[in-house]
């Protein structure tokens, strides 16, 4: 049906031309044919394309993950943003993340406080989603009591942003911080930054590390197993 109308449109033209008796009006008349069935083209082309570009919105966990892949095996150094004004934790200490390990869907980053390197955080990716959770040692290697705290991200997110609310097994372990929510924030060459807010209260922590500026990698966490 397409190639008959194709057909007989191309029949209407020719017998159009065939009326012009003057070469040269035929000619320009065949031109201007020929423009206006490449604009035509050219517009089909670029209507289809956009259409296509706002059927597919962005797959914002991959763009944050891929972000994250970037660091991979480069230290950097950060500094509290936010802290409630009783923190000693992390007050006056050198601060440094180490993203030391990168699987394809499991990244550990041990996180430096001082001489102190019980922490590491543990991104997972499963089904689109994100897991965070905080692993913390002893210096002879074995778990604190308090480890494995954390939680899913609830959506997509953003490119740049995941947000952790704390899931079932942080209340069974620490039920105070059960309305905590953690995200962690990457804007590439610029910063990574790690945050808390307990919902509710005071308590918010943020920390940013620079990673235009790449530093000496630390020591192994206690108890790192590669």
């Known amino acids: 049906m397409t190639e008959l109308k194709t057909k007989l449109n191309e029949a209407r033209v020719e017998e159009f031309l065939d009326g012009i008796e003057n070469e040269k009006l035929r000619k320009d008349c065949l031109a201007v044919l020929k423009l206006i069935l490449v604009i035509f083209t050219l517009v089909l082309l670029s209507t289809s394309a956009y259409a296509q570009s706002q059927s597919k919105p962005p797959d914002n966990t991959s763009l944050f993950w891929n972000s994250l892949k970037k660091l991979c095996g480069k230290a950097y150094e950060g500094k509290v943003i936010a802290a409630p004004a009783d923190d000693t934790t992390f ?105 808390l807010r307990r919902m509710g209260s005071d308590r918010y922590f943020s920390i940013r590390f620079d990673i235009t500026k790449e530093i000496k990698a630390p020591e192994a966490p206690w108890g790192w197993k590669d």
């Not at 041990?110 to 897991?131: A, E």
């Not at 002893?138 to 991200?153: I, L, R």
């Open 91 to 195: 007050k006056d200490k050198d601060l440094v993340m180490h993203v030391r390990a990168c699987e394809e869907n499991r990244i550990r980053i041990p996180f430096v406080v001082g001489t102190d390197r019980s922490r590491t955080w543990v991104l997972t990716r499963k089904k689109g989603r994100f897991l965070l959770k905080h692993d913390h040692r002893h210096e002879d290697g074995k778990p604190d009591k308090v480890t494995q705290y954390g939680g899913w991200t609830t959506n997509s997110g953003l490119a740049t942003r995941q947000v952790f609310p704390a899931d079932q097994e942080t209340v069974d372990i620490l039920p105070a911080a059960g309305p905590n929510v953690w995200w962690i924030e990457i804007v590439d060459g610029q910063y990574f930054s790690y945050n």
